[in-house]
């Protein structure tokens, strides 16, 4: 199936919407990483289409004092994919995490 041709206009107004995600996400991590906000807060916001569709170990990297290494290393003994949404997240997997993370 052919993608349809869209309009520099059509164009245009994609590329902004995905900058305005970029930019929403970056503040988010950027906050987590400050202490502005809490991985549990962060957790509680999967109903929001900009956390929700954030990977976790990206979420994870932005923690203070968690590298791509640990965060990766979390993930596996918690026991969620590395290419999981935060989204995606189940009740129990939610809680791991955070049991992990002492929050």
Known sequence: MALPKLTEEQK???LKKAQEVRSK???V???LKAGKLTLDEVLERTDDDIIGKMRVVYLL???PRIGKVRSRQIMEEVGIDESRRVQGLGVRQKEALLKKLGK
């Open 12 to 14: 245009t107004e994609a």
């Open 25 to 27: 996400r970056a503040q």
């Open 29 to 31: 991590r950027a906050d």
């Open 61 to 63: 990297e932005s923690l």
